[in-house]
């Protein structure tokens, strides 16, 4: 199993960027999707997660109504669109796989992560 994400950089408070998690080894429409991030010497922390088909998503209090996450199973991606970003959202975001349907917020939950890209946020 492979997750691929990109997207990551540097962008200005304020901007957006979008990651994209390309997935390979698995049958992607078969597993709900999670983005975890890290922040420099603090443990992986959930993001947000988004079920099989869509039709069910769950965020962390501190970045609803700016991050969205969708997904399209013909490609086996899994996108995280971030907008109004804040100095505070500079960490390495992580994309990641499970076939639980609940917990998505507890890292043991998800036996397949991607590498991780970063993203930073200049005030």
């Known amino acids: 199993v492979q997750l691929q994400a990109s997207g990551g950089g540097l962008v200005q408070a304020g901007g957006s960027l979008r990651l994209s998690c390309a997935a390979s080894?698995?049958?992607?429409?078969?597993?709900?999707m999670g983005w975890f991030r890290q922040f420099p010497g603090k443990e992986r922390e959930f993001v947000t997660a988004?079920?099989?088909?869509?039709?069910?998503?769950r965020y962390t209090d501190s970045v609803k109504g700016r991050f969205t996450i969708s997904r399209d199973n013909a490609k086996n991606t899994v996108y995280l669109q971030m907008n109004s970003l804040k100095p505070e959202d500079t960490a390495i975001y992580y994309c990641?796989?499970?076939?639980?349907?609940?917990?998505?917020?507890?890292?043991?939950?998800?036996?397949?992560w991607g590498q991780g890209t970063l993203v930073t946020v200049s005030s």
């Open positions: 990641s796989a499970t076939s639980y349907d609940f917990s998505w917020d507890t890292r043991r939950v998800y036996p397949y």
């Open positions: 988004i079920s099989r088909r869509g039709g069910r998503t």
């Open positions: 080894g698995l049958t992607f429409s078969t597993y709900n």
